[in-house]
């Protein structure tokens, strides 16, 4: 069964350093999503991304945060320079049309030190 | 703005007792409502959700919940609890109804279930 992959599992960073966190969502997928969770909290919507532009962004997605589709498979989420709040799991989701359901992916634990 | 509220950060019942899950929503366009469950160290994935039609939906591994215009809830039910149903559940409704809809999430509800 196709599944939304994320990579890597854990990073570690020291604050003010740049992270990219890398998704390839489910191939046929058109619409592309940023989620984050802080520990013990709930999961907060960043960024959406349909045909090769942002969609809808949340005010946590500001300018330190950035969206890419570089090569048609894979979606990324920069980071430019970390605080230690970006501490958090982040997860990417798809989805094939509108209203369907976002499929997730495993996410990626980011720890800023 | 959406918001949702799940009423009960822990929930404990017994192994074959009823689940009920409670989820509140507001929102500005038609709602379109979604539970998701997040087992240990894993991601999100889709229970059941309402868009339009049937206010009866069922989901996977036996949960269904009913949406409720009048009193704005979505509650989730099972008639007969598990111990592999124990995870964090969390409510969800689109965010604005147009293009790639992000989500609004509710703080989830740790489901513990007793032997």
């Known amino acids: 069964e196709p599944e939304v992959t994320q990579t890597p599992s854990h990073q570690v960073t020291q604050m003010g350093q740049e992270v990219i966190l890398r998704c390839v969502p489910i191939s046929n997928h058109l619409y592309f999503y940023w989620y984050r969770q802080i520990l013990g909290q709930k999961v907060e919507f960043l960024v959406s991304f349909y045909n090769n532009e942002i969609s809808e962004k949340s005010e946590i997605f500001d300018d330190q945060f950035s969206v890419e589709r570089p090569d048609g498979s894979n979606f990324t989420l920069k980071i430019r320079s970390t605080k230690l709040e970006d501490s958090a799991m982040y997860f990417c989701?798809?989805?094939?049309?509108?209203?369907?359901?976002?499929?997730f992916g495993p996410g990626t634990r980011l720890t800023v030190l | 703005a959406q918001s949702v509220t799940q009423l009960g950060s822990h929930v404990s019942v017994s192994e074959g007792a009823l689940v009920l899950l409670r989820c509140n929503y507001s929102?500005?366009?038609?709602?379109?409502l979604f539970w998701y469950v997040q087992y240990p160290n894993q991601g999100l994935q889709l229970l059941l959700k309402?868009?339009?039609?049937?206010?009866l939906v069922k989901g996977i591994n036996g949960f269904e919940a009913e949406f409720k215009k009048s009193e704005t809830s979505f509650h989730l039910t099972k008639p007969s609890a598990h111990m592999s149903d124990a995870a964090e559940y969390f409510c969800a409704v689109r965010n604005s109804g147009g293009g790639a809809d992000g989500l609004t999430f509710g703080k989830g509800t740790h489901l513990i279930i007793q032997p």
């Open positions: 309402y868009t339009t039609g049937a206010t």
């Open positions: 929102s500005s366009v038609p709602p379109y």
């Open positions: 989701a798809s989805n094939p049309q509108f209203y369907n359901e976002q499929f």
